[in-house]
């Protein structure tokens, strides 16, 4: 399987301090992505690091890629009270057509005030 | 900005009931797909549909469930008998092209409640 796997499977930490989150596969990917879903809505798109990258920033987010190691991770700077949702990461593989995103279990982050 | 929209947002059913959920994706996407997500869970992938027809489907997707692109616009997904365990909330999401340029753009999905 080349699922994503997150940890830790929830996270609480105060505003303003930097959250991280982990996550791990199995296969060899084109791209890896990161999305958040707030309760009970739908996923929203956060960033996409290809196979040759190793790090991409978009505002307060940074992510890191290791092939090697299989593994990616998520930081969130100065984390504000609205980041509160979950994190998931997501591998495509490299099937030709409709290539599909398979979906870790996911970071339930908690931002306390 | 586009949107994929989703309806209905919530449904109630009676076992052994069809049930149909629809989907319009953006506009100019190529590519669709069904995703399901059990209360509190991952997000599982169902299926995906490009050029008329199922490129993949995951092994929940079986004889129960099918999906159409009637119209050009529509993306629906029909369960044929419903079984509790089909409980769950669906997302249909669509993209313009897969793999390297591949984010995934997501409805706000479909609580589907099996009684």
């Known amino acids: 399987s080349q699922q994503g796997e997150e940890d830790p499977q929830a996270l609480s930490i105060q505003e303003g301090e930097n959250a991280t989150m982990n996550c791990s596969y199995k296969t060899s990917i084109n791209n890896l992505q990161w999305y958040r879903q707030n309760s009970g809505r739908g996923l929203v798109h956060l960033i996409l690091?290809?196979?040759?990258?190793r790090e991409k920033h978009s505002g307060r987010l940074r992510v890191t890629l290791d092939t090697s190691k299989k593994s990616s991770s998520l930081l969130i700077t100065a984390s504000r009270a609205a980041d509160t949702a979950s994190y998931f990461c997501?591998?495509?593989?490299?099937?030709?057509?409709?290539?599909?995103?398979?979906f870790g279990q996911g970071t339930r982050l908690t931002i306390n005030p | 900005e586009p949107e994929v929209t989703q309806t209905p947002s919530h449904q109630v059913t009676q076992m052994g009931q069809e049930v149909i959920l629809r989907c319009v994706p953006i506009?100019?996407?190529?590519?669709f797909y069904w995703y399901r997500q059990i209360l509190g869970q991952k997000v599982e992938f169902l299926v995906s549909?490009?050029?008329?027809?199922?490129?993949?489907k995951s092994e929940i997707f079986d004889d129960q469930f099918s999906v159409e692109r009637p119209d050009g616009s529509n993306f629906t997904l029909k369960i044929r008998s419903t079984k509790l365990e089909d409980s769950a909330m669906y997302f249909c999401a669509s993209r313009w092209a897969p793999g390297n340029t591949g984010e995934l753009f997501f409805g706000e999905g479909s609580r589907l409640t099996v009684l």
């Open positions: 997501a591998t495509d593989g490299n099937f030709q057509g409709a290539q599909k995103l398979v």
């Open positions: 549909f490009y050029n008329n027809e199922i490129s993949e």
């Open positions: 506009s100019n996407h190529l590519y």
């Open positions: 690091i290809r196979s040759n990258e």
